[in-house]
């Protein structure tokens, strides 16, 4: 029995088309042979052309709640040339004339599913290796690179193959799991903790696919804030795999960290300076006593396991970063990407020069890249210095610097307020002997303000599309660069 035109190429190819006739033979004589492949196996596995449109043709029947059998079929195929030259529609008959396959349909089917990956595999590496044969002036190698890593991270994931549909029963069995996690975490969390249980009422954690903004002015804490959230989820995946939690039970994740402004020794110091509680200032300049010395050798040592990655590749595009992150997946099994900030990423350089586009690919960028590789992705973004100019400075939706397709593409926007930032710039001068009583009374009226200002700030959720907004009071102290929860009597503000 002769199929495709086997010669030279065709040859080496991965395929079995006995396995994909056997296949389709238990198919027509057991349709609910499809009920367990569907899902997964589709028309363009199969190695012979005919073989999948008749796989094709069968689903089609199959979705109009019609019996699949050689009778139903041969109206489909009396004028299909492949099948004639196998004798016509009579070959449907001789599919199911062994019904061996119906002991292993679901192993013909896994294995068709297998050789279409190889196959696929094949084709992007000749791709690869007629993209690197060209050294035309147009040509840009590490840009053909990036593109071989995508289409290799498709084959390993089976994207190529697989595409993006799910049925009810698996979407509400993983939404039911999620509910699960919430209810076994005490009500709060059914995605990535933040380690904040403020933050974590309010949104319930970190989700799977979603675009998280954290935004503010320079001087805010974004960083720290970043920093603090990707340090407690990594630590809180770190203690879980150390008390025997299985890895889809933990409420931690192990995080990458992309720092295009900061180094990594820079972050690592912000990061043992709030577990050592040492002043980072202090550790900047290594004018520390033995005691907090031996602080930071205890933090240094009891962290060394920490699922931490840091990449501080400075000016990297939106395409590398992607690459990256693919790249730290598939070695590392991360589950929540941090990005530090949005607008020192690079587009692909299509946009013209026009800025506002440049960031529209970016989030665009960022946010596919939550949903193709399944974790939560949060990015620093800057605001306009329009903040600055208002007498109220909280942030707003609107401040959200260059592009209103942050605001689009992103699921939360969170931003970051310091009252106690802009309150020390309108800082009277301070009294002295001959400060007269008014100028002493202005002082203290402003000293007695600000201690209710001091080490706090607030996390205005404006945007969240799985639940509510509202602002979350939370302590900081800047000193150690350290986020906390904040005691007080009512919940958080709903606005």
């Keep these: 029995m002769r199929f495709q035109n086997d010669e030279s190429d065709g040859q080496r190819l991965p395929r079995n088309v006995e396995a994909e006739a056997t296949f389709l033979g238990a198919l027509l004589i057991d349709n609910r042979v499809a009920e367990d492949v569907q899902i997964r196996l589709r028309p363009e596995h199969f190695y012979e052309p005919l073989h999948g449109r008749i796989y094709e043709q069968a689903l089609k029947l199959l979705d109009k709640n019609m019996v699949v059998t050689p009778v139903t079929l041969k109206p489909y195929f009396e004028s299909d040339e492949a099948m004639k030259a196998l004798g016509g529609p009579s ?12 002991i292993g349909a679901r192993d013909f089917a896994n294995q068709i599913y297998d050789l279409a990956l190889l196959r696929e595999l094949v084709s992007v590496g000749r791709t690869l290796v007629e993209s690197a044969l060209d050294t035309s002036e147009t040509v840009d190698p590490k840009e053909q690179i990036e593109e071989a890593e995508t289409a290799l991270y498709r084959v390993s994931e089976g994207e190529a193959q697989e595409g993006g549909v799910r049925s009810f029963l698996q979407a509400s069995t993983e939404a039911l799991n999620n509910v699960e996690r919430a209810f076994n975490s005490g009500g709060k969390v059914s995605g990535i903790t933040t380690g904040l249980t403020d933050i974590n009422a309010k949104m319930g954690g970190l989700h799977r696919s979603d675009l998280l903004i954290l935004a503010g002015r320079p001087g805010m804490g974004k960083t720290s804030l970043a920093t603090n959230i990707a340090f407690n989820a990594a630590h809180r995946y770190l203690r879980d795999m150390q008390d025997g939690i299985a890895p889809e039970d933990s409420l931690g994740a192990k995080t990458a960290f992309f720092s295009l402004e900061m180094s990594a020794d820079q972050l690592a110091t912000r990061i043992l300076s709030e577990q050592a509680e040492i002043s980072s200032e202090k550790l900047r300049m290594g004018s520390i006593s033995r005691d907090e010395m031996h602080r930071l050798a205890i933090a240094s040592r009891e962290l060394q396991d920490l699922p931490l990655f840091i990449d501080d590749t400075p000016a990297l595009t939106i395409a590398a970063l992607r ?171 709903e606005y």
Excluded at 91 to 102: E, H, I, M, N, W
Excluded at 336 to 346: P, W
């Design 91 to 102: 070959y449907l008959a001789k599919l199911t004339g062994d019904g061996a396959g119906l």
């Design 323 to 493: 690459t990256r992150a693919r790249r730290l997946q598939r070695r590392q099994g991360i589950g929540l990407i941090v990005v530090d900030y949005l607008q020192l990423l690079q587009g692909s350089g299509r946009a013209n020069d026009n800025r506002v586009n440049e960031i529209s690919e970016i989030s665009r960028g960022l946010k596919t890249l939550a949903k193709e590789l399944q974790v939560p992705v949060m990015a620093l973004s800057q605001l306009s210095r329009a903040v600055e100019s208002r007498e109220d400075k909280r942030p707003q939706l609107s401040d959200l610097r260059e592009s209103g397709s942050i605001e689009q593409d992103a699921d939360i926007v969170m931003f970051i307020f310091r009252e106690e930032y802009y309150h020390l710039a309108i800082r009277p001068d301070q009294p002295d002997g001959n400060s007269t009583p008014e100028q002493i009374a202005k002082y203290s009226a402003w000293e007695t303000d600000h201690q209710s200002k001091v080490n706090k700030a607030t996390v205005i959720v404006a945007k969240n599309r799985q639940g509510s907004t509202g602002n979350i009071n939370l302590s900081f102290l800047s000193e150690f660069t350290k986020f906390g929860d904040l005691a007080y009597d009512e919940g958080p503000e």
